[in-house]
C-alpha cells in the first residue's frame, strides 16, 4: 500500500496518492480564470467600483472553498465544469464579507494578505459598495450555472442565500462584533464560529455535490464534512493567530488578543483548542468515507486544512 | 367619458376612474403583511440584525417599487399574489441600497423617513450588516416565487442581480459619490440617476410583468414605462430637495446642495427640470398603450409620482 505524501495529514488520507499541491495550483488558475470572466472587466465603467472589486477579489486568496466545493463534486462523480459557476459565487460571498468585515466599523484591519484592505486602497464608502457589488455578483453567477435535475436554480440561490444571509454568515459577524471585550462562553464562540466559517464552508461543498446531482445521502454526507472542517478551519485561524508573526501570516497578527477578541485558545487554552481542531478533522474524514476514492481530493484538502501555517 | 379624479396627473389617465388612494393603501398593508412574513422576526437570534432590518424596512416607505410591480402584473393580465414575493425582494433591495447610502462614508445622513437613520439607532458596523442581510433577504425571497413558463428562477435572479449590480444600483451611486462637489455635466448626471433610480424602478416592473408570464412585446413595454417613471421620480426628487422643507419631506430638505451635489436644478434650472419629468412621464404613459384599460393602475401610479409632494 502506498503512503501519502508526509507533512500531508495527521491521518492515513487512505490508500491512494494525491497530488494536492497539483490540484491546488490548477484549480486556483482555473477559478481565477472563471472568475475574471464572470465579472466586468476592471476599466468598465465606473472603474472605481471595478477595480475595487478586482482588487480584493485576486489579493492572493487562497481560493479553499471554490477547491473543496470542485472536489465535492468530484467526490459525487461530477464534472468539476458544472461546479465552477458554484464555487467562483462561493468566493464572492467569501470576498465581499472580507471588505466589510474589515471596514472601521467593524474589525478596522489595515492589512489582509500582505496587502492593504480594500478601504484602505479606495476609501470607506467605495469599500462598502465593492462588497455590496460582490455579494450581489455572487448570485447573477449563480443563475448562470446549467441547473440539474434534482437542484434548479432555486435550490441553489436559496443555498446560497441562506448560508449568507443574517441567521448564517451575517450572524457570525453581528455576534462577533457584540462579543467584542466581554467574556463570552466557548459555546457562543462556537456560535460564532459555526456562522463566520462553517456555514459557508458547508455551503461549498453542498453546491459542489448539487452540481453532480448528488443523492440525499451524498449531500447529508458533505455537510457534516464541511461542518466540521469549517470549524477547525476557523479555529486553527485562532491558534495562528496567537502563534504566528505578521510577517508570516501575511496579516496583522494578534489582531484577536489586541482587540480582545474571544477565541479558542483564549478561552480554553493552546493544547486544548488543538486537539478540538484535530478531533473535528478526524470527524470531517470519517463523513468521507461513503465516497470512496472518489473523496481523495476533499479528504487531502482537510489534511492541509489542519496542517496549514498561514 | 368620465374623468380622471382632479389632481392625479397632468395628462388624462384614460377613461377609467382609478382608486388610487385604495390601490396604495391595500397593497402597502399586503406588501408589510407579506414582508414581514419572509424576514426572520425582529427577535430571532442575533436580536440586533434581525431589529436593525425591520427597523429600516418598516421606516414608513412609501413602498413604490412593489407597488409599480404588483400593478404591472395587473397590466399582464396576471395575479397579485404570484408577484408579490418580486415585490417585496425589490423592496428589501431598495431598502439596503439607503441604509447602506445613507452611512457617514457615503451620504452621511441622520434621518431618513422622519425617523434616524439605521446607523444612528444601530451603530455603522451593524447598518453595514443590516444592509447586506436585506441584499442577501432579497435573493432568498425570489428563490422563493413560484417561477413561470417563461421566466425561471434563474431569468428573475438574473434580472435582479443585474439592476441592482455593479453596472447599475451600485454604479449610480459610485458616480454619484465620485461626482461630489465637482462640476459635471447634465449627461453625466443622466447617467447617475438612470442608474441610482431608473434601474430598479425598470426591474420592479419587469418582474411584476414576467410573474404574469408576459410576452416579450409585453415586456419591452414595461421596461420602457420603467425607464420614464423612474428617470421623472429622481428629477423630482431634486426638485423637492430644492422648493421643500425638511419638515415636509420628513428628511433633510437641502443636502444635495449643502453636499455640492450635483442636481437637474442646479444644472439646468427649475422649469426646465419640471418639463423634463413632465415630458418624461408622458412618455411612460404613451408606453402603457398597449395594456389598455388594464394598465390602469400603473397610469395612475406614473400621475402619483408627478403629482407627489414629498
Known amino acids: 500500500m502506498r503512503r501519502a505524501p508526509a507533512g500531508l495529514s495527521a491521518e492515513p488520507p487512505g490508500p491512494e496518492v494525491f497530488d494536492l499541491a497539483g490540484f491546488l495550483a490548477t484549480r486556483t488558475a482555473a477559478v481565477n480564470t472563471a472568475l475574471a470572466g464572470f ?18 477579489l485576486f489579493a ?46 467593524m474589525d478596522n484591519d489595515d492589512y489582509r494578505r500582505g496587502k492593504l484592505t480594500n478601504h484602505k486602497v479606495f476609501g470607506e464608502g467605495v469599500a462598502v459598495l465593492a462588497g455590496d457589488a460582490l455579494l450581489t455578483q455572487a448570485f447573477e453567477i449563480v443563475a448562470q450555472a446549467s441547473g440539474w435535475r ?13 448560508a449568507s444571509g443574517s441567521r448564517q454568515l451575517i450572524a457570525g459577524q453581528v455576534a462577533d462584533l457584540e462579543g467584542e471585550g466581554k467574556a463570552i462562553s466557548a459555546a457562543q464562540l462556537k456560535y460564532i464560529h459555526e456562522r463566520k466559517t462553517s456555514a459557508l464552508l458547508e455551503c461549498s461543498v453542498r453546491l459542489g455535490g448539487m452540481s453532480a446531482n448528488c443523492t440525499p445521502v451524498q449531500l447529508a454526507a458533505l455537510t457534516d464534512f464541511g461542518y466540521h472542517v469549517g470549524l477547525a478551519f476557523q479555529i486553527i485561524d485562532d491558534i495562528l493567530d496567537v502563534t504566528q508573526t505578521s510577517e508570516q501570516l501575511g496579516k496583522t497578527a494578534g489582531k484577536d488578543t489586541a482587540a480582545q477578541k474571544a477565541t479558542y485558545p483564549a478561552i480554553i487554552g493552546l493544547d486544548q483548542s488543538r486537539r478540538i481542531a484535530a478531533r473535528l478533522t478526524s470527524r470531517a474524514y470519517a463523513a468521507l468515507t461513503p465516497f470512496g476514492a472518489r473523496g481523495a481530493a476533499l479528504r487531502a484538502l482537510a489534511g492541509y486544512l489542519l496542517e496549514r501555517q498561514k
Chains 1, 2 share one sequence.
Open 39 to 56: 465579472l466586468p472587466r476592471p476599466a468598465a465603467k465606473p472603474a472605481t467600483i471595478h477595480r475595487s472589486m478586482h482588487y480584493s
Open 60 to 105: 492572493g486568496g487562497k481560493r479553499m472553498r471554490p477547491a473543496v466545493c470542485l472536489a465535492a463534486a468530484l467526490a459525487c462523480g461530477g464534472d468539476e465544469a458544472e461546479a465552477m459557476p458554484l464555487a467562483c459565487a462561493v468566493e464572492c460571498i467569501h470576498t465581499y464579507s472580507l471588505i466589510h468585515d474589515d471596514l472601521p466599523a
Open 150 to 162: 434534482r437542484y434548479g436554480h432555486r435550490e441553489l440561490v436559496l443555498e446560497l442565500a441562506r
